[in-house]
């Protein structure tokens, strides 16, 4: 993964690291970073957690850890859909179609953009990103040849 040396490439990057991870120092978080080739200052990441909002919280399993509020800890499992995704597909999802590693999804008018940012917090492994419009939400696999088998996918989530 290629990120930019700049803050807001690196604190983006924190969220989702955070989102991914359970971090229990800022040791941890640095160590993540570097992992990720971005070289940070122990100065420096503190400051970037107060301009993110991160907040140390009780985790059952870890202790206490750094998390950021409206940003939800993703699921670790390849397929992070729940009850309430599977749901999602069954209200919004019209049609979807492939193309190469590209899926078009379909929804009510209004509704793409909310399809789309759920299918980026479930951090589906399958899937690059989304793009989303009014209406239609592009899904980016990272499989040159994927969208088939994700489009399918998508649909068996909205049956």
Do not use: C
């Amino acid at each position: 993964m290629a990120i930019p040396s700049t803050k807001t490439a690196r604190q983006a990057r924190i969220v989702d690291l955070l989102s991914s991870h359970r971090v229990r120092s800022q040791a941890d978080l640095a160590q993540l970073l570097t992992n990720d080739g971005v070289k940070v200052t122990q100065a420096t990441l503190s400051r970037d957690l107060v301009e993110i909002g991160a907040e140390r919280v009780r985790d059952e399993k870890s202790g206490l850890i750094y998390a950021v509020p409206n940003h939800p800890v993703r699921r670790s499992s390849s397929d992070g859909i729940d009850a309430r995704m599977i749901s999602l597909f069954k209200e919004l999802l019209i049609t979807a179609e492939a193309s190469g590693n590209l899926v078009i999804l379909r929804t009510p008018p209004g509704a793409a953009q909310f399809l789309a940012s759920s299918i980026d917090q479930a951090g589906i492994d399958r899937v690059l990103g989304t793009i989303a419009g009014d209406d239609t939400v592009m899904v980016i696999t990272r499989a040159a040849m994927g969208a088939e088998e994700m489009a399918e996918q998508f649909l068996e989530w909205a049956a």
